[in-house]
Nanobody
């Protein structure tokens, strides 16, 4: 099993930046993709970004392209989500997830196997 643990959420003004971190524990030595999703109140969980094990492939939702950057440091066993130019509509609980068995490049909730507890990001206008 893999247990992702998120950190770095908080309150920020519109136009500001935050960096989320995710340190998955458990199944070390295995290679797997990681992703970020978010869920706003009353809405379904939606894809934000995904990164392959090597970091060579990244995928983004259209709503965050050019503003968010996903990266990983396998030496530190950590995945990051750098969020710039934040907007009030980015307010949500952000979840880190690990994809061990799903298809390459998958961006659906069902394509990820293990999930963190989430971290709140609030962007004030």
């Amino acid at each position: 099993q893999v247990q992702p643990v998120e950190s770095g959420g908080g309150l920020v003004q519109a136009g500001g930046s935050l960096r989320l971190s995710c340190a998955p524990s458990g199944r070390t030595g295995s290679s797997y993709a990681m992703g970020w999703f978010r869920q706003a109140p009353g809405k379904e969980r939606e894809f934000v970004a995904r990164i392959s094990w090597s970091g060579g492939s990244t995928y983004y939702a259209d709503s965050v392209k050019g503003r968010f950057t996903i990266s990983r440091d396998n030496g530190k066993n950590t995945v990051y989500l750098q969020m710039n130019s934040l907007k009030p509509e980015d307010t949500a609980v952000y979840y880190c997830a690990a994809a061990l068995y799903g298809p390459p490049g998958g961006t659906r909730v069902a394509d990820f196997d293990y999930w963190g507890q989430g971290t709140q990001v609030t962007v004030s206008s």
